[in-house]
């Protein structure tokens, strides 16, 4: 554990190193640049007056209804087209074609449409972990070995025992990788989202902070996005580990 770690607090502690230098010895101004100390500061006094705990966590709550949403919805119909190549056809110019409008774009419309709740920015983010986990989906499906499905088929199992027994668990190490993916875009959603039109949340305080120069709070919002991203792919590589043990197992 201690050998994965090392080149990771040896990187961390470069790049604070080279901050620091870059800040300590240049005339660049800490509304521009901030220190690394400034910012650490910035955050001690942002987690004492409760401001950064309650925005983060009505982030967090967006992302993850966000992400719930969209990876529902995205398997369930991922498993529709698997299943079906005609309907897939048809569907898929309009699928990619969602894809080719930057959510951006769409934002202002869904809150307007929605209006400048929650509900707008789960929809949001909804919408951008859709499409990884919806190709995902469909890959992992179709790359189910048709010898399985001859072997279920020789026992007479039901469609919802193939289902359980062979498509699900197939397809999962695929599955996993668009989930891994859609987890880390999940935050753009809720951002994007709360950036459009919103009174709480990080996005919030990243605004508060461009308007009021509060540079400092807007590195916190930010490596507080970044720890959120990591945090939701790490608890994917903890599934991945969880229900995957039989990839090991069959490698050794």
């Known amino acids: 554990m201690m050998k994965k770690l090392t080149p990771i607090l040896l990187s961390t502690l470069t790049f604070l190193?080279?901050?620091h230098?870059?800040?300590?010895?240049?005339?660049?101004?800490n509304f521009i640049l901030p220190s690394?100390?400034?910012v650490w500061n910035r955050f001690l006094k942002s987690v004492n007056d409760g401001s950064l705990p309650y925005h983060t966590w009505i982030t967090l709550i967006e992302i993850v209804l966000g992400l719930v949403v969209g990876v529902l919805f995205a398997t369930v119909v991922g498993y529709i087209l698997a299943k079906s190549r005609s309907l897939e056809k048809v569907l898929s110019p309009?699928?990619?074609a969602s894809q080719a409008i930057p959510v951006v774009a769409i934002a202002p419309l869904l809150v307007i449409w929605l209006g400048d709740g929650i509900l707008s920015k789960?929809?949001?983010?909804a919408l951008i972990v859709f499409f990884p986990v919806l190709v995902n989906t469909i890959v992992g499906v179709r790359a189910v070995p048709s010898?399985?499905?001859d072997l279920m088929g020789s026992l007479h199992a039901s469609r919802v025992q193939t289902l359980w027994k062979v498509e699900?668990?197939?397809?999962?190490p695929v599955f996993l990788g668009g989930l891994r993916i859609g987890a880390t875009l999940s935050v753009i959603g809720a951002i994007v989202g709360e950036l459009v039109s919103a009174e709480q949340g990080l996005g919030f305080l990243l605004q508060l902070g461009d308007f009021q120069y509060d540079t400092p709070m807007v590195f916190v919002a930010v490596f507080m996005l970044i720890a959120l991203a990591l945090m939701l792919y790490g608890v994917v590589r903890l599934l991945?580990?969880?229900f995957l043990k039989w990839q090991e197992r069959s490698n050794v």
């Open 168 to 172: 699900v668990p197939a397809s999962l």
């Open 240 to 242: 991945e580990n969880k």
């Open 36 to 38: 690394p100390l400034s």
């Open 147 to 149: 010898a399985l499905y």
């Open 122 to 125: 789960v929809i949001i983010c």
């Open 94 to 96: 309009y699928l990619v």
């Open 21 to 29: 230098l870059i800040t300590r010895y240049s005339d660049i101004p």
């Open 17 to 19: 190193l080279g901050w």
